[in-house]
């Protein structure tokens, strides 16, 4: 009987491979494809992917590539995770967020959630939401002792902490096991608002529910740094992890000014950040922001124990479309996934039809069930820190810590959140980053599924009774979609006034095999801004010219091969013209402009530019 050896040496029979090797066997395969790199490192640059915030995905990494120590899980520098058990025991904490203004439908959401998987409650209260007096009936059947609940009242918090502290006294709960989050947070608030004249006051607020809560209930914490406000006006993930270090850095001084111990004033916050879909990026940016948490804690004195970032995963707004919202079901489980693999305490997977208006009970049982599936048939939770040992995680967590450090420093040189915050540092620096990625998204660099690629103009829409307005005044709320809907709500009301849709004319010049890539192309770039697109197949100039006129279009696009536009682009733009075509467009970018085309449309173009001057041309109403 054979021995098996006492190890199991991995492809021990195979030499050993060395990035130069790679590089060269890239090399060779990018010179074939027709690009010309200079040498290895160069043709592994030419792969390289370019992020926001001076940061690049590499096409390779390896163990020389990192150059940080995690740590372990539950220890400083809690890059692996705030608790040494991670999410193995009991999951994440299961959060859903309600805000519906009417009492009875409120509770009975809340009810049906809590019966079906959802651990913890998030509630939008005051304007925003429920009214604050309105606690009470919301939360009646509720199991306080048993359900943390998170509030959300803006300027309200005060009256909201009454109101929950009153249902504790009412209902017996004892302090020890009253659990959640009050929900303070003046300088997220005056970033929603623009508001500066109460930040002071309700920061003393503030103050006075932290200490009341160390003191007498050691599970509730009363103070959110919340982060949504500059994602949601276009941030980046290190200006989002920068201005949440920001605010939760003033947030400590005030609590240790006033008295408490910089170990309980820890203990007062919980940081809520974005969960969007780049899964990779989400995760860094989670561990990113317990190793710059645990960074400030060190500097201020505070034990290990107390130095864990708790933190709140919601998925973002920002990639939520209106326009065929179903897509966004799987959008909020990438986010899902990335935030329980990147070790969040808690996660809020918003309902798919949250960009349209109030949820209904479908929508929020799939939010719900998205979170149950990745827990209990994935069995995502029960590795702790998954994402651990990855060389491009862990290098992306690092750059990413790296590039947030150096704009919270830049906030602190300007006086802080709050003085960056009025003095318009913040709201420029946020706008500028947005801009740059509203030029990706309207050349389709960064595609929209289901809007700016792969649009259903024959969808139905989904109706939705309007949620209560949110508070504005300050930073903007943008979306990755909003340009494209605009567009396509342009259509709809083109549509509703004449009967049709605006529509252009496809002329596809030759054999499928010629024409199909760029007719694809074409007609998907026309219909992302609500144009219809009729199409011919042939190579004559009169039978495209009388096709045309049946199609009632206005406007033509040729399709075809490079080299089928030499020989017959010229002729039937010219039958196109004479037909009564006001413009023609080819699709590609062959190396001269044939007579009668007036311009080119090709991928990496402003297709937002050139839709909205087509639906100007068309005459649909803005």
Not at 439 to 455: Q, Y
């Amino acid at each position: 009987m054979k021995v098996p050896p006492e190890g199991l040496p991995l492809a021990a029979e195979f030499p050993a491979a060395h990035r130069e090797q790679w590089q060269q066997l890239v090399q060779g395969v990018l010179r074939k494809s027709g690009a010309q790199p200079e040498d290895g490192p160069a043709a592994e640059q030419a792969l390289t992917t370019r992020l926001q915030d001076g940061l690049s995905a590499r096409p390779l990494y390896t163990a020389e590539d990192t150059d940080a120590d995690p740590g372990y899980p539950g220890f400083p520098p809690f890059v692996r995770g705030g608790r040494p058990q991670g999410s193995a025991v009991a999951g994440w904490d299961v959060r859903q967020r309600h805000a519906d203004p009417d009492r009875r439908r409120a509770n009975e959401a809340v009810l049906a959630d809590l019966e079906h998987g959802v651990s913890s409650l998030w509630l939008e209260l005051g304007g925003a939401g429920l009214p604050v007096d309105a606690l009470p009936e919301a939360l009646t059947g509720v199991y306080l002792d048993l359900a943390a609940v998170a509030l959300d009242a803006g300027a309200e918090f005060t009256d909201a902490a009454e109101q929950l502290f009153n249902l504790y006294e009412e209902r017996e709960v004892s302090p020890g096991a009253a659990a959640g989050n009050l929900g303070a947070d003046p300088l997220g608030l005056q970033a929603r608002t623009g508001r500066t004249d109460r930040t002071g006051a309700l920061l003393a607020e503030a103050t006075a529910l932290a200490a009341r809560c160390a003191a007498g209930y050691p599970d509730l914490r009363a103070l959110t740094v919340d982060a949504l406000p500059y994602h949601e006006a276009g941030a980046s993930p290190a200006q989002e992890l920068g201005c949440s270090l920001a605010t939760g850095v003033a947030y400590l001084r005030a609590l240790t000014a006033a008295g408490l111990p910089v170990d309980d004033a820890l203990g007062q916050l919980e940081f809520r950040y974005a969960a969007d879909g780049d899964q990779f990026l989400t995760i860094a940016k989670f561990r990113a922001a317990r190793r710059l948490w645990a960074r400030v804690a060190e500097v201020s004195g505070a034990g290990a124990a107390a130095s864990a970032q708790r933190q709140h995963a919601v998925t973002s707004r920002v990639m939520m479309t209106a326009r065929d919202p179903w897509v966004n079901m799987l959008r909020t489980t990438i986010a899902c996934l990335a935030a329980g693999v990147g070790g969040a305490d808690a996660v809020t997977v918003l309902p798919f039809d949250s960009a349209l208006g109030l949820p209904d009970a479908f929508a929020r049982r799939i939010a719900r069930n998205t979170q149950a599936i990745l827990l209990e048939e994935s069995h995502l939770a029960r590795v702790i820190d998954p994402a651990g040992g990855s060389w491009y995680v862990e290098q992306l967590s690092e750059e990413l810590a790296r590039a947030a450090w150096a704009w919270f420093q830049e906030i602190e040189r300007a006086g802080g959140q709050q003085a960056a915050l009025e003095s318009g540092l913040v709201g420029e620096r946020i706008a500028a980053t947005w801009a740059e990625r509203s030029v990706r998204l309207a050349k389709r660099r960064e595609p929209v599924t289901g809007v700016s690629e792969f649009p259903h103009l024959d969808e139905q829409p989904l109706v939705r009774e309007p949620a209560p307005a949110a508070p504005g005044g300050g930073l903007p709320r943008v979306r990755r979609a909003e340009a494209y809907e605009a567009l396509r709500d342009r259509s709809d009301a083109h549509a509703a006034a004449h009967g049709a849709r605006p529509n252009l004319f496809l002329a596809s010049i030759g054999t499928a095999s010629a024409h199909t890539a760029r007719t694809t192309f074409a007609a998907n770039l026309f219909q992302a801004g609500g144009i219809a697109t009729v199409s011919a197949e042939s190579v004559d100039p009169a039978a495209f010219a009388e096709a045309f006129r049946a199609s009632g279009a206005t406007v033509a696009c040729l399709c075809s091969s490079d080299a089928l536009y030499a020989e017959h682009a010229a002729p039937v733009a010219g039958a196109l013209k004479a037909a009564g075509a006001e413009r023609v467009l080819l699709a590609g970018r062959p190396a001269e402009v044939p007579d009668g085309v007036d311009e080119f449309i090709f991928a990496g173009g402003d297709a937002v530019a050139v839709l909205t001057s087509l639906l100007d041309q068309i005459g649909a109403a803005r």
